[in-house]
């Protein structure tokens, strides 16, 4: 999903408020994570089931107060989720072309 025209809005929100993901009002090194976070919003918003595998846990902590979701750290903890098994039976590997 692109950003769209109207995160820059939020992001500067966010950003002058302190609201997730920054850290502190106007804390300038949270602006990349806020774009970013600003598609999860919208995404979730959509009703989409998102699944973030990440090793910032600072930034996540104050965000997983705010949607439903769920942190896995590290990658196999959340490739073992029942979940997630069940989708990975029901799918065809192929081989991977080498370049």
């Not at 490739?79 to 098994?85: A, I």
Request: glycine share 4%; aromatic share 8%.
């Amino acid at each position: 999903m692109p950003v769209q025209l109207d995160h820059g809005q939020r992001v500067t929100n966010d950003y002058f408020s302190g609201a997730p993901p920054f850290t502190n009002a106007k804390q300038r090194s949270d602006i990349p994570d806020s774009f970013i976070w600003q598609t999860i919003v919208d995404l979730t918003e959509n009703g989409a089931k998102v699944y973030i595998i990440v090793a910032d846990v600072r930034s996540t902590n104050r965000q997983a107060k705010t949607l439903a979701w769920r942190r896995s750290k590290p990658l196999e903890d959340f490739v073992q989720t029942r979940s997630v098994n069940k989708h990975l039976k029901n799918c065809q590997m192929r081989p991977s072309r080498q370049t």
